[in-house]
């Protein structure tokens, strides 16, 4: 303890040094000082950049010695021959303090020629010259609005001055980092969970997921099927999914979400892949200790297909505000041309859905179904919905159970998650880098960014 506050208190000294001996800092007083009027804001932006210019003078000396001189141990390369030393090379390295210059011995191998700085290594700036303070500020900034917006956010809250470009290059190069790091460990708890029967301390689970269209360059989309008029695409759909537990409910009886209990898992990929995320991640939330789980989605035939193969144990229901759509399709298809009797008859039947009452709207729209052949097939396809998906929409039930009925933080999330930052006018994107956002986004929203950081250290 006594050591580290020596440290510390030195550390202080160095600083307060630096900042006496900066001529900038001294002719920012003395101007100060010759001046009539108070320009607080003036003062403060340039106070600041002199401070961080003494903070990275600083931060230039701490730096220096560490990773040259004699090493302890051999550096080996991969092929597995001795390196060897070739003397010391200086970098320039960009900190949130500003840039800052060392040196340090570069090892190269005899035999494949490749290199290595074990000060790299050590600082974690292998192959970047970005500090990793000013990457994780980077990923943040380019995570959460446009790369042009990234740039101009770290120049206005920060003083640095980085290029649009390295804010997309660094944002998407560690959100492919935490794609690695979230597969590698989803494998870990699951061959872990083979194992494992824990005891039930969970109230309620609920999984929950859907499909969003991301914009996407052309090359992505290169013989894909779409819903443009020509049959082309413009999107591909990302998959995303939440978990989240539930243990009260209010005065009311209606389901209270636990406070910051939802996590997020989304990737442009096939359903059979991003239902092993999905799976991974309840696992991961506590699948095994859950009293009851439950999967809230709407109809579509792969949300239910990965439903019954990796929560066959799981309550399914359908999201009600899907099935009020669909009913909603089957007034208009019916009773089509009089506005009236449609929405007379969507909110009878809207009543009913609530009371889990399906076979009653089926029944009653099978004695109202049209001549016209076409729309009788319409109205045969959604009636036919209601029919496979009955048992999923028995609301007044799972209402009475304090269940939710709703999936409406999946689709909260696909609107802001998702299309708030890779769907806005103009944007495409490749599968790579989408997904980079995604991950990127996913990690941050469910509260695991400083997580991940940690286990670089590791």
Known sequence: MGEGRAGLGAGKKTVQIAIEQDGEVRRILDKVAESKHADLEAWET????????????VLEQLLQGIGSGREPRAIVCE???RMESQGLKHKEVLTILGPVTYRRSMFQCPACQNTRYPGDEEFDIVETTRSPGLRRMMARAGSRSTFKEGRDDLKIYAGLEVSAKDIERVAEGIGQQMEAWVSQERKEILRDHERLRAEKTI??????????????????????????????AKTREAKLGCVFTQTTTDARGFPVRDPDSTSFVGAIESAEDFGWQIYGEAVRRG?????????????AQWIKNLAQMHFPE?????????????????????????????????????????????EKIIRQAQQHLPQDAEAKK?????????????????????RAQGLFVGSGVVEAGCKTLIGQRLKQSGMEWSVRGANAIISLRCILKSGRFEDYWESRAL
């Open 203 to 232: 109230p309620m689970l609920y999984i929950s997921y859907d499909g969003t269209g991301v914009p996407m360059t052309r090359g992505e989309l290169t013989g894909r099927k779409g819903k443009q008029a020509d049959g082309s």
């Open 287 to 299: 699948l095994s200790r859950a009293e009851r789980v439950v999967v809230l989605a709407d109809g």
């Open 79 to 81: 092929c597995g021959a």
């Open 46 to 57: 340039v106070l600041r950049a002199a401070v961080l210019s003494a903070g990275a003078k």
């Open 378 to 398: 319409k109205a045969e396809i959604e009636i036919h919905y209601l029919e496979k998906n009955a048992e999923y929409m028995r609301y007044a039930e799972f």
């Open 314 to 358: 799981a309550t399914l229901i359908i999201d009600l505000y899907h099935a009020r759509q669909h009913v909603s399709e089957l007034c208009k298809t019916l009773f089509v041309r009089n506005e009236k009797r449609i929405r007379q008859q969507r909110m009878r039947w809207w009543t009913d859905l609530d009371d889990g009452k399906v």
